[in-house]
């Protein structure tokens, strides 16, 4: 386990672990929100998705079909990432913020 991921879940553990039905209302949340594609296909500004290969979460398929919605978005995987921003990444990542920002007028 990264160093990074160790430390979080030790401090969520020592603050008194996750909440549950925070997690369960996310979901709902989510489930509620239905199909956001047609939408996407409407965004025109420069777009960039970022995507862990790793991610348990959403899987790789979720970040290309959002990448493919958007008119123009560049998708970017990262290979071991999961569904968080490791401190080992930060650079490349804002690296690609970066580059889709230098696009926008």
């Not at 919605?69 to 990432?81: D, E, H, R, S, Y």
């Amino acid at each position: 386990m990264r160093r990074g991921v160790r430390q979080v879940a030790r401090r969520t553990f020592e603050r008194g672990g996750t909440d549950r039905t925070g997690a369960r209302r996310q979901n709902t949340a989510i489930l509620a929100s239905g199909d956001r594609t047609a939408a996407l296909a409407e965004v025109r500004v420069p777009a960039g998705v970022i995507h862990g290969e790793a991610d348990p979460m959403v899987r790789l398929q979720g970040g290309r079909a959002t990448a493919a919605a958007i008119p123009g978005a560049k998708l970017v995987t990262f290979v071991g990432m999961g569904h968080d921003l490791p401190r080992e990444l930060w650079p490349a990542i804002t690296d690609e913020i970066r580059a889709v920002a230098d696009q926008a007028r």
